[in-house]
């Protein structure tokens, strides 16, 4: 965060583009724009004032805006959070820059672009879910949403917004936390010119400085190595954050970055998931993030909030953040709220078999892991959800690459390489994962073995599968799915028979999860699933986040979360 940046969140003037064909007709440099539309919400959503669902392969945007007189003599940037799937930016007619993945951000320096008094932006965003050249998540490549496929994003989805720097400045920094030698590391990486300087840390707990350190800056990152030797840990129920002030002192002038970082050490060892060398059970949900009024984006940063307090007050303590990459905004949320999620691509859609398509996923989920490096929340990553299952034979040494390209730029964290259906021998995975969709009953059979620490016959999705050693942590990612909305109309699904009342749905939620918690060789699980989303209705809440269940049910459900013995009175 720096004090100077301004918002262009708000209406935009929008324009269709259904023959891809407005580049060739110079869109950018003026032309008559007939809709608007409600940045950052999508085209599709109701938020964004339009509400039109089908594809539609480019679309454009406009809106003018000035430069406050008080940013005279700095670099203005141009930052986009997100923006499906490719975008080029023109200002005042004139080529700014261009951007591939729609779930990253993106930054430019538009400085020598801008004029005196009012400038004009132009955005042209290309989306194609169908061509297997992108990741889609679970946007749906057909007109209608079905089965766990649901409702498109095109364009921008995410917060655009200005910001004055100078011209040499901070482009951004890492921060990682040493709980067992009580340091932090936290390396900047220049921008600008990058002229010789200075770069200053100054740490603060609760408004008091407790920790500095200064390093020489110029031309390459620079680090610092600061002692925090009475850290306060952060940890779910105590998510203790730090202040953080970066400064990079240059002949340009002071850039001043502020942020917040948590002491925490998340590592696998063993069967076992450690936070802060301590072991953690892992009970969490998945959350796909999804939003009946807004698809991608969240109505509002207290919406964000909601869903984290949603599960929490279910007994959950994180979640895993399925086939789509959350806005940065959640991901603090989750800092601020002590809940722990496992970071995600959204990689469906994307046939890495395609040479072109496996480098925007490879060179997009660098970005996320450059993007999201700094938040404690987040305690895991997994590029791939069912690869094997859902685009044929993915290539093997994508999974290893990937797995290694995770190690090499986060070796604090576990990473999986894929969650559910296949473990190739030699890719690489810190915790053993599966997927299992069963009744309890057979649940409960299908997991004997592993539980009888009897390894070799331990549940695995796929016959070629390396198979579980019992050398790592178990994980059952998926799990539960149980159908139930007493709203229903026919059109909508779960997983497994439907319950006939609520209390038959409790009693079986109940057994399925005990099953799991009764098994010590798990270290955790993930139920499907938080909310409903559209015909997908085997969540705890209805996808506008209305209360499914009674109270009595909901504390019922809460219990067996928590490992509580209660049943519903």
């Known amino acids: 965060m720096r004090a100077e940046w301004l918002n262009l969140n708000g209406e935009w003037d929008f324009k269709f583009d259904p023959g891809v064909s407005g580049y060739e007709r110079n869109w950018e440099a003026g032309t008559s724009f007939d809709r608007k539309i409600v940045v950052p919400f999508c085209m599709e959503s109701a938020l964004g004032g339009i509400g039109h669902k089908d594809f539609m392969p480019a679309v454009w945007y406009r809106r003018t805006f000035s430069i406050p007189e008080s940013w005279k003599g700095s670099r203005v940037l141009f930052h986009v959070g997100a923006c499906d799937f490719f975008t080029r930016v023109f200002i005042n007619g004139s080529f700014a820059g261009d951007h591939s993945g729609g779930y990253t951000p993106f930054s430019l320096d538009i400085t020598s672009a801008l004029r005196r008094g009012r400038n004009t932006v132009v955005i042209e965003a290309r989306d194609d879910v169908r061509g297997g050249l992108q990741p889609a998540g679970k946007q749906c490549t057909a007109f209608a949403s079905h089965g766990c496929s649901y409702t498109r994003t095109t364009g921008i989805w995410q917060t655009v917004w200005l910001e004055a720097v100078p011209k040499s400045h901070i482009a951004h920094f890492k921060v990682a936390a040493d709980v067992d030698n009580m340091r932090v590391r936290i390396t900047a990486f220049p ?17 008091k400085q407790v920790a500095v350190g200064k390093a020489a800056m110029s031309g390459a990152p620079a680090s610092l190595s600061i002692a925090m030797p009475d850290a306060e840990l952060w940890a779910p129920g105590r998510p203790f954050m730090y202040d953080l002030e970066l400064r990079l002192v240059t ?81 603090h949320q989750a800092d601020r709220m002590g809940y722990l999620v496992w970071g995600e691509a959204g990689n469906w859609g994307c046939d890495i078999n395609q040479p072109l398509a496996a480098g925007n996923f490879v060179d997009e989920w660098m970005n996320i892991l450059e993007r999201d490096f700094n938040h404690p929340s987040i ?56 997927h299992n969709y069963s009744a309890p009953a057979e649940l409960r059979r299908e997991f004997a073995a592993l539980k009888a620490g009897d390894w070799a016959r331990a549940f695995k999705n796929n016959s070629q599968d390396i198979g579980y050693a019992g050398d790592k942590p178990y994980f059952v990612s998926e799990f539960g799915g149980i159908g139930w909305n007493p709203r229903s109309k026919g059109n909508d699904w779960g997983y497994g028979t439907r319950p006939s009342t609520e209390k038959e749905f409790v009693e079986r939620y109940v057994k399925t999860v005990r099953t799991l918690l009764d098994n010590p060789a798990i270290c955790g699980w993930c139920y499907t699933q938080l909310t409903d989303v559209e015909q997908e209705v085997n969540g705890l809440y209805y996808y506008d986040r209305g209360r499914k269940f009674s109270p009595a049910a909901a504390r019922a459900i809460r219990d067996a979360n928590m490992g509580k013995t209660k049943h519903l009175a």
């Open 191 to 207: 921008g600008g010119d990058r002229a010789a300087g200075a770069l200053e840390a100054a740490i603060f707990a609760g408004g």
């Open 379 to 434: 305690i895991g990553w997994c590029p791939l959800n069912e690869t094997s299952g859902h685009q044929g034979a993915f290539p093997r040494w994508l999974h290893a690459h990937l797995y290694r390209l995770n190690k090499a730029l986060d070796p604090d964290r576990p990473a999986i390489d894929s969650s559910g259906y296949m473990h190739y021998p030699g890719a690489g995975s810190d915790l053993y994962d599966v």
């Open 251 to 331: 002949r340009h002038g002071k850039d001043t970055v502020k942020s917040c970082f948590g002491m925490r050490k998340i590592h696998a060892e063993g069967r076992k998931l450690f936070l802060n060398n301590k072991p953690l059970y892992m009970r969490t949900v998945l959350d796909q993030g999804f939003y009946p009024d807004g698809i991608y984006t969240a109505p509002s940063e207290s919406a964000l909030i909601r869903d984290i307090k949603l599960s929490m007050d279910m007994g959950f303590n994180g979640a895993r953040l399925h086939q789509k990459v959350f806005e940065p905004a959640f991901l």
